[in-house]
């Protein structure tokens, strides 16, 4: 493995590799990406492209964001058209859930055994507009049960595939939470990857991840959330950000048909700073074939002063904050907690008289307006065996549909090289 093929590899998504590592002033974020953008007048930022790619339809997007910026109402804030308090017609939550409760219907109207594909497509589509309607995911009421919608249609969706999913459950501290499991037939032993997303992303998006790269490659995959959101929304962070990677990897030990030498650990965004301090936090000789951190914060986002973190957008920093048990308090609260997550202060990727032999995959943007490049040393510095990609672009984290290829081409490369 060596960049020269990553390089290539990138080359044949059209996009360009950049090792630029500009800094950024701890004081000011960059611009988020075109699909990033906030639009004036609204609390939720309209990521469609992020959405289709998702499985989302272009007219139905279109539709319930101009139901919810028509309808009249109450509203928590006159000036946002998304913040109408009632749960009925214009309400965020609500349209959403219209949406997904019809693509569900849609779905099991479908002869399934003619119509496997697009019922199961149905169903995807389903579960982006539940899971839209719960972001950014705060544990109110209305968003927990759009994710108890969202993880419905998962499990009507994963009953369709040739490789079955399990909703299991696993020990973690002194509680548990569940995740995904998808193992493929047969005696195996097969390679697992472990995944999660980041803070406002929950574990019911990732059935695209296993459909288009994993079950192709006869390989399974354990989907969990966060710490902090989703159906580990009662994990404390506080403990750390790869918490609950670690309790889904000691959950795999029990795997009769997992291969214990071939566990992969994937995170993305928020999910790249677990992935970064599990590959710092665990003997991977005995623990994992591999780490992917992509796009992950790791130090100095945390160390921002207030008035760094208001030039975020607020639906973002409100999902940290409710991560983080202090939803609804100040920017000057956050700011005095944040620095608990940096892997830096922490004490991860100080000198050691041996690097880690994990392989390693860094995967990130150049404009990240979270991740400035000059911290991801942190990272490669610590490790023997790196590739490293980073992605000549405007935006946090690469989008899906690239970073789907290169996670699943990576993975293979490695098993391949192993």
């Keep these: 493995m060596n960049v020269k093929k990553w390089s290539m590899l990138v080359s044949c998504c059209c996009l360009t590799l950049s090792v630029s590592t500009s800094g950024q002033s701890e004081n000011k974020?960059?611009?988020?990406?075109?699909?990033?953008?906030?639009?004036?007048?609204?609390?939720?930022?309209?990521?469609?492209?992020?959405?289709?790619?998702?499985?989302?339809?272009?007219?139905?997007?279109?539709?319930?964001?101009?139901?919810?910026?028509?309808?009249?109402?109450?509203?928590?804030?006159?000036?946002?058209?998304?913040?109408?308090?009632?749960?009925?017609?214009?309400?965020?939550?609500y349209e959403w859930v219209q949406a997904g409760e019809l693509a569900m219907q849609q779905a099991r109207e479908l002869p399934q055994r003619k119509n496997r594909a697009e019922t199961i497509a149905r169903y995807n589509e389903a579960i982006t507009y539940f899971t839209v309607a719960s972001w950014p995911h705060l544990g109110l009421p209305d968003d927990k049960k759009a994710l108890a919608l969202a993880r419905e249609a998962y499990l009507a969706a994963g009953r369709l595939l040739d490789v079955p999913v399990a909703h299991v459950e696993f020990p973690v501290l002194d509680t548990?939470?569940?995740?995904?499991?998808?193992?493929?037939?047969?005696?195996?032993?097969?390679?697992?990857?472990?995944?999660?997303?980041?803070?406002?992303?929950?574990?019911?998006?990732?059935?695209?991840?296993?459909?288009?790269?994993?079950?192709?490659?006869?390989?399974?995959?354990?989907?969990?959330?966060?710490?902090?959101?989703?159906?580990?929304?009662?994990?404390?962070?506080?403990?750390?950000?790869?918490?609950?990677?670690?309790?889904?990897?000691?959950?795999?030990?029990?795997?009769?048909?997992?291969?214990?030498?071939?566990?992969?650990?994937?995170?993305?965004?928020?999910?790249?700073?677990?992935?970064?301090?599990?590959?710092?936090?665990?003997?991977?000789?005995?623990?994992?074939?591999?780490?992917?951190?992509?796009?992950?914060?790791?130090?100095?986002?945390?160390?921002?002063?207030?008035?760094?973190?208001?030039?975020?957008?607020?639906?973002?920093?409100?999902?940290?904050?409710?991560?983080?048990?202090?939803?609804?308090?100040?920017?000057?609260?956050?700011?005095?907690?944040?620095?608990?997550?940096?892997?830096?202060?922490?004490?991860?990727?100080?000198?050691?008289?041996?690097k880690i032999p994990t392989p390693l995959l860094i995967f990130s943007t150049n404009q990240d307006p979270v991740v400035p490049l000059v911290e991801l040393d942190l990272l490669e510095e610590s490790a023997l065996h790196v590739d490293k990609v980073i992605l000549d672009e405007v935006g946090h984290c690469p989008p899906l549909w690239v970073r789907q290829a290169v996670i699943g081409r990576w993975i293979a490369d490695q098993l391949k090289d192993g």
């Design 176 to 354: 548990t939470t569940r995740g995904y499991l998808h193992l493929p037939k047969g005696r195996g032993p097969f390679p697992l990857v472990i995944f999660t997303y980041g803070s406002d992303v929950t574990k019911e998006n990732g059935l695209g991840l296993f459909t288009e790269e994993f079950k192709r490659r006869d390989m399974a995959l354990l989907t969990v959330d966060l710490t902090g959101i989703g159906e580990a929304s009662h994990v404390p962070l506080q403990n750390g950000s790869d918490t609950i990677l670690a309790a889904a990897r000691q959950f795999a030990r029990g795997l009769k048909r997992v291969d214990q030498t071939k566990v992969f650990v994937v995170g993305i965004s928020f999910g790249g700073n677990a992935a970064a301090r599990y590959f710092f936090n665990h003997d991977a000789a005995h623990d994992a074939a591999g780490v992917i951190s992509m796009c992950g914060p790791l130090h100095r986002p945390f160390m921002a002063p207030p008035e760094a973190v208001e030039q975020l957008p607020a639906l973002t920093v409100d999902g940290v904050k409710s991560r983080l048990g202090i939803l609804g308090q100040s920017s000057e609260a956050l700011a005095k907690i944040t620095p608990q997550l940096s892997l830096k202060v922490q004490g991860f990727g100080d000198a050691a008289a041996e």
């Design 29 to 93: 974020m960059p611009a988020f990406g075109a699909a990033e953008e906030m639009v004036s007048g609204w609390y939720h930022r309209h990521e469609r492209e992020s959405w289709m790619e998702r499985g989302a339809r272009a007219e139905v997007i279109d539709a319930v964001l101009q139901r919810i910026k028509s309808t009249k109402g109450k509203r928590a804030d006159p000036e946002l058209f998304d913040t109408i308090i009632a749960y009925g017609p214009g309400n965020w939550v």
